[in-house]
């Protein structure tokens, strides 16, 4: 069994490996197996990969995901009372 240093390890060079130079965007957390990845993407296919990428390391035994997508050059208005995805 991996120890966590070895694990944060391994999903660090997956990372790097999969998303660039995007990877140092996401933060790294892994105790006894169990890995939270946090940070913000430009895109909804970044997430995805980002989860693919520490999944496929040995050693992961579950995986939380707190990732917020995030277009660069835009704002969203919801908060004045439009949709989500209503942006300019």
Do not use: N
Request: proline share 2%; charged share 25%; aromatic share 4%.
């Amino acid at each position: 069994m991996k120890s966590d240093q070895e694990l944060r390890q391994h999903i660090k060079e997956e990372l790097r490996c999969e998303l660039g130079v995007h990877a140092a965007r996401i933060a790294l957390q892994a105790r006894s197996g169990a890995v939270t990845l946090a940070g913000q993407v430009d895109t909804h296919a970044h997430k995805q990969r980002t989860a693919c990428a520490a999944q496929r390391v040995s050693g992961v035994k579950s995986l939380v995901l707190q990732i917020d997508v995030k277009r660069i050059g835009t704002r969203s208005v919801y908060a004045k009372g439009m949709p989500p995805w209503a942006t300019f």
